[in-house]
């Protein structure tokens, strides 16, 4: 048996961030998921995938938010609430800084038809939008 | 011009771990495990579902595959969890979800109600994203 790539651990955090993005999530649990320190854990995550946790944590909730405007017609507030976030109006900002419009503008942009196109979620979720001035590109594998 | 998908790899950081998980976890047949002297003891490993003929092949990246250099990219692409998904199809997601998690299975996304049917979610040992997904009756 060979021993796990320090990437594979850092990957166990990440998907609990992708499975329990809903819940509080705190760095001492995910960093503990990961089996190192939480000073260790933020600075090597940060090298692997290109975001903190705690942005990553984020760039889910506001890529689930979008789906959620995308394809429910929950209002804004329930979308907030649905993914985690506390408050209505600090997601109103962060979902524009990264969307570049307010999450009503987003869902108006969409036709229902949208809808129709049934990508699976895990594509989707891959394709989140990053929270640095909308820089989208993947992670710098270096 | 082609009739089927026959084979298909899959990268896998240690061939026996992902024999155990693939046959004893999952439930994949071995259709092939076969160790060639004359290749530098390349082992072809396939295995596939009952009833269908469509094999994965569980790919070693070491030598003589590819050398160390390649080999240590690849190792890390997997442990980032960055390579394709599998997806594979079941009749009942949330059944087959508990019952992996028995199992201590990675479950990276619990059940979920799509448009296309119940959708979950759950990597290998190497970090191979596996998605299991339940079709929604035909309308």
């Not at chain 1, 048996?1 to 998907?15: F, G, Q, S, T, W």
């Not at chain 1, 998921?33 to 995938?49: D, G, L, N, V, Y």
């Not at chain 2, 094999?55 to 394709?84: C, H, N, S, W």
Request: hydrophobic share 40%; aromatic share 8%.
């Amino acid at each position: 048996m060979i021993a796990d790539h320090p990437d594979r651990n850092l990957l166990r955090a990440k998907d609990l961030i992708d499975a329990r993005y809903a819940d509080p999530l705190d760095t001492a649990a995910l960093a503990a998921r990961a089996c190192c320190s939480e000073a260790h854990f933020i600075r090597t995550f940060k090298r692997a995938f290109g975001e903190t946790p705690h942005q990553y944590l984020l760039t889910r909730r506001l890529e689930r938010a979008a789906a959620l405007l995308r394809g429910t017609d929950y209002n804004v507030a329930e979308v907030c609430f649905n993914v985690g976030l506390a408050s209505v109006g600090s997601f109103t900002s962060s979902f524009r800084r990264v969307y570049g419009m307010t999450p009503t503008a987003y869902r108006a942009a969409f036709p229902p038809a949208a809808r129709m196109a049934h990508v699976p979620t895990c594509v989707v979720m891959a394709h989140a939008k990053r929270r640095r001035n909308g820089e989208d590109t993947a992670a710098d594998a270096t | 011009m082609f009739n089927r998908i026959t084979h298909t790899g899959v990268w896998v950081t240690d061939q026996d771990e992902a024999l155990a998980f693939y046959r004893d976890v999952l439930g994949f047949e071995v259709r092939m495990d076969v160790t060639v002297a004359e290749y530098g003891n390349l082992r072809w490993l396939a295995v596939g579902l009952p009833g269908q003929d469509l094999v994965l092949q569980l790919t070693a990246f070491d030598p003589p595959q590819m050398d160390e250099a390649t080999g240590a990219q690849v190792r890390q692409i997997l442990a980032k969890g960055y390579t394709p998904p599998l997806i594979f199809e079941v009749d009942d997601c949330r059944a087959t979800i508990d019952r992996l998690r028995e199992r201590g299975v990675d479950i990276t996304q619990e059940p979920v109600e799509q448009p296309y049917g119940i959708d979950a979610g759950i990597r290998d040992p190497s970090g191979n994203s596996i998605r299991i997904t339940q079709p929604a009756p035909a309308a």
